[in-house]
């Protein structure tokens, strides 16, 4: 579903998310700061909205504040595949580079900054804490794609579900509405619905459903709600999603051990 987003022309603080949290332009020179919270136009999506076409040249660079964003490929045979997922404080867009090569779409309602490109190249330019905050958002995006690559690799849908969680609770601790601990264990909530992460890990809804409800009978992870899952042991998770490979991954590896401390 295509839409115009809501937008609000009043400047925001771009150091600071919503609830208080520092994003990471907070390590920039504070006149690159003051000239980013100049040109931030705050613009809202609802859920299923299109943010940037496949194949378009945007005019601005986008910040996700809150909610989730997904890209999405059409395929050769008209099927939609999901390549990623952006979370609050990721960046899209490709400065001083041509058209974005997926869709860009509202997963949830989502509130994002957007940054118009020709005063954020320009400022790109002169400000090397700028250019270094770009850089390393590139290398967290990089370094996801290459979990996600490492999750898909597995035959097993009930496997994928798994390295699925463990990523979430790994890479998105800090997103409290994702991840909560609790006495029982590690509440997860899922980011999107079952059909978004069916087209991510490459498969079809009922194969989710089938999955997560393996996981629970065999006792590693219990169904509170449709989106909401408890996770009792890490550690089954990480046999279940192929142990060798997925603790390979740097932030999956320091879970396991925090896991493995406290028993």
Known sequence: MTGTAEEKSDA????????????????????TRA??????RVRSYRTNQTVVQD??????????????????????DGRQHIV??????????????GAVEFSIEAATDVEICAFPRAEFEALLMRS??????????????LDRARDWMIVLSNQKIVSRIAGFLLLMRSRFSAIDHIIEETQRGTEVRLPISRK?????????????SRAFHALQDADEISILEPDRMLVRDFNLLA???????????????????????KT
């Open 12 to 31: 925001v603080k771009t150091t600071c998310g919503p609830d208080g949290r520092l994003l990471p332009f907070h390590e920039i020179d504070g006149e």
């Open 35 to 40: 000239a980013l919270d100049a040109m931030c």
């Open 55 to 76: 194949g378009e040249k945007t005019d601005f660079l986008g910040y996700v504040l809150s909610g989730i964003l997904r890209m999405q490929k059409s395929l050769v």
């Open 84 to 97: 990623g997922l952006l979370f609050e404080g990721d960046m899209f867009g490709r400065a001083f580079d």
């Open 128 to 141: 090397p804490d700028l250019d270094r905050a770009v850089m390393l958002n590139i290398l967290n995006e």
């Open 196 to 208: 978004d992460l069916a087209h991510l890990l490459g498969t079809r809804p009922e194969s989710v």
């Open 239 to 261: 046999k279940r999603a192929g142990e060798d490979d997925i603790s390979g991954l740097p932030s999956v590896k320091d879970l396991l051990r925090e896991e493995r401390l």
